[in-house]
């Protein structure tokens, strides 16, 4: 069987600029390339992540609302939840589910990013 391996998540925006600058500015992620011309693409790093953003066009559906069927979010994981949170919501980001232990070991929370994309945070404690 072939083996696979995790590459990028690739995001599309009708404000490519704008999306690309709200992950810089809001979770520190790095751009690593700009394409131009036809099919405009920034492609970012974000905690080791390849994040690829392109620019929408009105042939693009608009974003579910979640709950849906296919991907619903994306995770990252933080050393301290508390200290994002805190960070965050002086950055006026919205949390659509506050910190909460998930299980032993485990906090998350839920903001909402730019074209209605759900992030979880996560931070995990071993005992």
Known sequence: ???YGFDHVHLRSPDLEATAAWFQETLGAEVARRVSGEA??????LGGLNL?????????????TS?????????????????????????????????????PGVRIC????PEN?????LERRLA
């Open 1 to 3: 069987m072939a083996r």
């Open 40 to 45: 405009p693409r920034i492609d970012m790093v």
């Open 52 to 64: 690829f953003i392109s620019q929408s066009d009105n042939r693009v559906a608009a974003p579910p």
């Open 67 to 103: 709950p849906y069927n296919g991907i619903d979010h994306f995770g990252l994981a933080v050393d301290d939840l508390d200290a994002a949170v805190a960070e965050l919501k002086a950055k006026g980001v919205t949390f659509t589910i506050e910190p909460r232990q998930a299980r």
């Open 110 to 113: 839920f903001i909402r990013g």
């Open 117 to 121: 994309i759900t992030i979880e945070l």
